[in-house]
């Protein structure tokens, strides 16, 4: 949130805001473990600015989160993502910045920028509809490129290539995706392996223990319905979510 002319905890001169379409449980998921993770690194934790305003690193590793703790059949919608900037003395601003609208966290996402790039050259971002090719090349290359990679800590390698203008031209008459391609596979800037993991042996061991406490109620000759959360009473839960975002 805006605190006077400064975003709290950002100190980044160029950073986002993220407009969910729903609040998903992966976001929840994914927000307590690297919320864990920030612990241990001399960073803020996302929660302080979430869900509005996250920095370039933030996000990404936010969204890499997501997809990996969502599974095959669901995704996540981000119905809006602006850019904004703040100078160390002027309140931040989306004025004649670029945002993406309905991006799907699914599989095929590879990293924010792409829905950023393909928004501004398709022309769905209004505020870059009026500006030439090369006007909309500079934008990516001498500012937000160099914002991400210092936010983000990755090599310009990593950095996806942007579209030529016979590449936009072709796109826009066949009514087209606008393609942006990686000359390096984009690297995984956080794993939740070990958290799923951990959630797969502990719902194991409440199925496990669940099935302890029928059979216990059988052997007693009980045949009334057990409680929703029987097996959680003689195995109480020690894994909890935040609250609230």
């Known amino acids: 949130m805006f605190i006077g002319n400064k ?3 950002i100190k980044d001169s160029d950073f986002l805001r993220v407009k969910w379409e729903r609040k998903e449980a992966a976001i929840k998921t994914a927000v307590h473990f690297l919320n864990e993770q920030a612990q241990s690194r001399s960073e803020s934790k996302i929660s302080e600015n979430f869900p509005e305003y996250l920095t370039f690193d933030q996000a990404e590793r936010l969204f890499q989160a997501i997809q990996q703790l969502t599974d095959s059949s669901g995704e996540v919608v981000i119905k ?3 850019l904004f900037h703040q100078s160390e003395k002027g309140k931040p601003s989306n004025k004649n910045e670029a945002y993406a609208e309905n991006i799907q966290i699914d599989s095929d996402f590879v ?3 792409v829905p950023l790039i393909q928004s501004v050259f398709s022309n769905k971002d ?3 509809k009026k500006a030439s090719y090369d006007e909309k090349r500079a934008y990516f290359e001498r500012s937000i ?3 991400y990679i210092e936010s983000v800590g990755i ?3 990593y950095l996806p290539i942007l579209p030529s203008s016979e590449d936009v031209k072709l796109a826009l008459e066949n009514k087209e995706e606008i393609p942006v391609t990686f000359s390096q596979e984009f690297p995984v800037l956080v794993d939740t392996a070990q958290h799923r993991k951990y959630k797969l042996n502990f719902s194991v061991l409440q199925t496990f223990y669940g099935l302890v406490v029928k ?3 059988r052997f007693l000759g009980l045949n009334e ?3 929703v959360n029987s097996a959680c009473f003689y195995f109480p839960t020690v894994y909890s979510f935040p609250s609230s975002l």
């Open 155 to 157: 090599g310009r390698e």
């Open 215 to 217: 059979q216990k109620y």
């Open 145 to 147: 490129f160099e914002s």
């Open 225 to 227: 319905q057990l409680p």
């Open 111 to 113: 990293s924010l920028l």
């Open 7 to 9: 975003v709290r905890k």
């Open 126 to 128: 209004a505020g870059f």
């Open 80 to 82: 809006k993502l602006e």
